[in-house]
């Protein structure tokens, strides 16, 4: 398995991303590069745009900085989705041009289950309840007969999209999640503002838009920030723990973009110190988007069987996790 060497594609949404990975999960590229909006939020097809103009660069950055030619390289990873379509096309493109010009097997992978297993990978943990948190995602899951089973999700906005948009509002500068954190360090007046748990779901969207009409009628930006976090991070912890008292899971991991937040994982820590469970966080490096995750999940799927033709590679805006199976996890652990 050492031998095999996967380049995977990056492109889900405002980072287009290179990297390559060896059998035994040695990182022997990862190439990113962001696109920054420069008013609002994501705009797809001017990511997509920036996507196309980055992208050679980027790939080329990969192989060098691997010293390996494509012709060494094994297979072709590509996310997918979910994502945004334009910039799902961009990196689907890309991946099938090179997967037909040199042969290749292309390999289908899925974001989110990307974001768990470059997790796995880091933190060595085997079978841990996931907490994934990102601008597009907030997801509490884990494995269980064949398939990565959501045990808990939002309704509406996620986690980072939240934090984002309120920086925005309160003209914060990009990105907006840490400048959150660090004004939530001066805070310390608890604001009151909606909590919602519905079941085994968090809903963000009240709690974004009566934090934005307190900005408004003149509320301390830091005040803001520190309730905000308080209010997302306990509905997130309380969702948290009744998945691990369900699942019995003895490992919690936190992976994705929010996962560097410091206040956030001292509460999970907490949930899972309560039910004697290991904790562990995918380092900064790897928490965002990037393409050594992809790779990494492409050597599992491809080590495995995983691939796809060409021709019938379409991109999946709305692929879930829970709709793919992983044949890398053969028994039932539990």
Not at 64 to 84: C, F, H, R, T
Not at 237 to 246: I, K, N
Request: include cysteine; charge should be neutral.
């Amino acid at each position: 398995m050492s031998k095999v060497v996967v380049l995977g594609i990056e492109s889900t949404a405002h980072t287009f991303g290179c990297g390559i990975v060896d059998g035994n999960g040695i990182i022997l590229a990862n190439v990113n590069d962001a696109y920054v909006p420069t008013k609002g939020g994501i705009h797809p097809r001017e990511s997509a745009q920036h996507h196309s103009d980055v992208a050679p660069r980027v790939v080329k950055n990969a192989l060098s900085n691997a010293k390996l030619s494509i012709e060494q390289v094994d297979a072709i990873a590509v996310s997918l989705g979910p994502g945004l379509g334009p910039c799902l096309r961009v990196g689907a493109t890309i991946a099938r041009a090179l997967a037909v010009a040199f042969n290749k097997p292309l390999v289908p992978v899925n974001h989110a289950v990307a974001h768990i297993e470059i997790a796995k990978l880091t933190t060595g943990f085997n079978d841990p309840l996931i907490v994934f948190v990102s601008g597009g995602n907030t997801i509490v899951s884990a494995y269980s007969d064949g398939r990565y089973r959501v045990f808990g999700e939002t309704l509406d906005i996620a986690l980072g999209n939240m934090l984002d948009t309120f920086a925005r509002e309160a003209g914060l500068p990009h990105p907006g999640g840490p400048q959150v954190e660090e004004l939530a360090r001066r805070g310390g007046k608890l604001l009151k503002l909606p909590y919602i748990v519905k079941g085994q779901d968090v809903s963000y969207s009240g709690l974004l838009t009566a934090t934005i009409k307190l900005l408004r009628e003149g509320h301390s930006v830091e005040d803001l920030c520190y309730s905000l976090q308080e209010y997302a991070f306990d509905m997130l912890a309380e969702v948290t723990e009744r998945a691990l008292a369900y699942t019995e899971k003895r490992e919690l991991v936190l992976t994705g973009g929010v996962a560097g937040n410091s206040e956030l994982q001292r509460k999970l820590r907490i949930v899972a110190e309560e039910h004697k469970a290991r904790f562990g966080v995918v380092p900064k490096n790897l928490a965002g988007d990037n393409g050594a995750m992809i790779a990494w999940t492409g050597v599992l799927a491809y080590t495995h069987g995983v691939t796809m033709k060409v021709d019938e590679s379409y991109v999946k805006p709305r692929w879930r996790l829970d709709e793919v199976d992983i044949p890398w996890i053969r028994r039932e652990v539990n």
